[in-house]
């Protein structure tokens, strides 16, 4: 019986993975049809640089240059990350740009308007929001962060720059995400000079280098939303507490708060005297009280609260396994 709860449980887990990297795909997938594509934004990546190649050769859709970018770098994770690795990324790179090309197809009204994207055939002018490139551009980032997010939380990739970003990360050291901010520059700079510019189409947009200050805000906040789902929003703040009360406040710590804490032997510059500092890792919404305990305790007491990006051990977070990717 125990046993079989075990496996039924190992299942789950194992469905629930690729149902969470389909999940993020048909985000990805579709913020790149409904937000990206039609405004010829440039966020980076296969599909960046697919809507570069979509402008110089309109008969090939974007998700389709994905495939053609796509399969050497998967080539790439299999060799570098393993088959299980690999498996998962192959799924997810072969299907956002199928996903993509279908629902291109399904919601513009016939070829033409496949080629052009023209945001006012979308949907039939249903969702044109080309007075809004702000909260367009915005939108779908925050989209395509999130299920990029969710698909690199399974330790799969959607392929392209997440690859290239990984490699990075592995072998150089690299953030992820910043290795992903430095690919996506190139994307970028060959979409100015694409879509900015008319290189290869000998069209001009009227205002095109705005559209690469779009894709810059883009790319940022994919970046940046990214790195939230990968690796959540740190609440965790660090005290240095100066006081000559440490009894009281070791009680406070130890039964009120439930915690504890580390005594930092320190010297005074002034004085030259010898003392001991307190040092205190806490939540967020524990800071008021332990601010106003301190106050109450010792109102000469000198405290210094700052930010702890990342706080590991019992009561916080576990330590990350060597091969989890980590966003910063």
Same mark, same amino acid.
């Given at each position: ?159 392209? !720059? ?143 609260? !700052? ?22």
């Amino acid at each position: 019986m125990f046993r079989k709860l075990i496996e039924d449980a190992s299942t789950w887990h194992w469905w629930r993975e690729w149902m969470l990297i389909f999940l993020g795909c048909i985000m990805m997938g579709t913020a790149f049809v409904f937000f990206i594509n039609p405004y010829k934004f440039v966020p980076g990546g296969v599909y960046g640089l697919g809507i570069v190649l979509h402008n110089i050769f309109p008969s090939i859709q974007v998700g389709t240059f994905g495939y053609m970018l796509d399969v050497p770098l998967m080539i790439v994770a299999l060799l570098v990350f393993g088959g299980q690795f690999g498996a998962r990324t192959v799924a997810a790179a072969l299907f956002t740009p199928g996903y993509m090309n279908l629902l291109t197809r399904a919601v513009y009204p016939n070829e033409a308007a496949v080629e052009s994207l023209d945001p006012a055939l979308l949907l039939n002018g249903q969702l044109n929001l080309s007075d809004d490139l702000l909260l367009t551009a915005i939108m779908g980032a925050v989209i395509i962060g999130v299920g990029q997010g969710i698909v690199v939380r399974q330790q799969a990739t959607t392929g392209g !720059t997440d690859i290239v970003a990984m490699l990075l990360q592995k072998f150089a050291g690299i953030k992820f995400s910043t290795g992903i901010l430095l690919a996506d520059g190139a994307v970028v700079l060959a979409g100015l000079l694409v879509i900015g510019f008319g290189l290869g189409t000998g069209e001009a947009g009227e205002k095109g280098w705005v559209l690469t200050l779009y894709s810059l805000i883009t790319i940022f906040t994919t970046s940046r939303v990214i790195a939230y789902v990968l690796d959540g929003a740190s609440y965790d703040k660090l005290l240095f507490i100066n006081s000559d009360h440490h009894d009281e406040l070791r009680r406070f710590i130890i039964e009120d708060l439930d915690r504890s804490a580390t005594y930092i032997k320190a010297r005074g510059m002034y004085t030259g005297n010898e003392r001991e500092m307190i040092f205190l890792v806490i939540s967020r919404k524990e800071v008021r009280q332990v601010q106003h305990k301190i106050k109450e305790i010792d109102p000469r007491a000198f405290l210094v609260v !700052t930010d702890a990006y990342d706080t590991f051990g019992e009561g916080f977070k576990p330590f990350p396994s060597a091969d989890v990717m980590q966003a910063e």
